[in-house]
């Protein structure tokens, strides 16, 4: 139809544990719309279900979606995923388990579906459309209420085989530690994830050191970044979990050599104050075996799951 905008796109799905989000995305990485919408209370797969399919029927139609050819649809979930039928196999935050979401979606939809685990996606978004753009390889860490990692080596997402993949947050970084939601104790998620930071720094004041954030009755990961400068507390909070993750992300380069190490979720936002300590101090660890990463900030922000869904939705077509 005259002056209507027609081609290809895809359709990418963020399922996440308080929001899903919804982008159109052209096939060169071109943004046409993006919706998100509340997740429904964890356990109830079928209204999960309805949601992704609203959610994704609302996007096409608010976005000419009758002049555009959507070739296929990628969907994150925050768990563990069988990629080849697009079976959820587990996914605590939504209470999902054994949910045979791929094919179920692909028969509302009629067009091909693809699902994976949603930092693995976020790392394809990044690669493709944002901060990992040009790199052959790149490792993405969102550090957020936990801590998710996507490892693309060479192009290829690494450890896809039986739905399990880099999990960076349950590395052991300390004998004994704390509890983690994994079931183990002492995991770098325990240590370094916003969660983890406000858990330390209500102990601090719990066990009586002084601190601004003392009076405050919630307080967030950011507020204790906001307050390092003038809180002593604080700075050995954001110090501890620094600590921790610049090891592990150490240990990662001396291993495996990213070219790009992406640092995203709620927690980058806290900028220089995160990112100049854990840049030097992986440089140290590393720079005498070899050219030390790139350490950036993500950019692609929130959207980064469904762009990368879209990106990988993308990807699997063309094989
Ligand atoms: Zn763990």
């Not at 030390?292 to 929130?302: F, N």
């Amino acid at each position: 139809m005259a002056g209507k905008r027609a081609g290809s796109v895809l359709l990418g799905i963020d399922l996440g544990g308080t929001y899903t989000k919804a982008a159109l995305v052209s096939e060169k990485g071109q943004i046409i719309g993006e919706k998100h919408v509340p997740t429904p209370a964890k356990g109830f797969p079928e209204k999960i279900l309805s949601c992704i399919v609203s959610l994704g029927r609302d996007v096409v139609t608010s976005f000419e979606g009758d002049y555009l050819k959507i070739k296929g649809i990628g969907v994150g979930v925050p768990g563990r995923v069988e990629g080849e039928s697009g079976k959820v196999i587990f996914a605590p935050n939504l209470g999902l388990k054994e949910v045979e979401l791929g094919e179920k979606l692909t028969a509302e939809f009629c067009l091909p579906v693809f699902v994976e685990n949603d930092a693995h996606l976020a790392a394809w978004g990044e690669y493709w459309m944002g901060a990992g753009k040009g790199a052959k390889d790149l490792l993405l860490v969102t550090i957020g209420t936990g801590i998710g990692s996507g490892l693309i080596i060479n192009g290829r997402m690494q450890g896809l085989r039986d739905g399990s993949g880099a999990e960076l947050g349950h590395w052991k970084v300390r004998r004994g530690g704390k509890q983690c939601s994994c079931g183990s104790r002492g995991c770098l998620e325990t240590e370094a994830s916003a969660r983890a930071m406000v858990n330390l720094m209500q102990e601090k004041i719990q066990g009586g050191k002084p601190s601004a954030l003392a009076g405050k009755n919630d307080f967030t990961a950011e507020d204790i970044f906001n307050a390092v400068e003038k809180d002593p507390v604080a700075r050995r909070v954001v110090d501890n979990a620094i600590y921790f993750l610049a090891n592990a992300l150490s240990n990662v380069t001396l291993l495996v050599w990213p070219e790009r190490i992406i640092i995203g979720g709620g927690v980058s936002a806290a900028g220089d104050k995160l990112m100049k300590p854990l840049t030097k101090i992986i440089n140290d660890r590393v720079k005498s075996f070899g050219e030390p990463p790139r350490v950036v900030r993500a950019q692609l922000g929130k959207m980064s799951g469904a762009i990368g869904a879209a990106a990988y939705a993308s990807r699997c077509l063309e094989k």
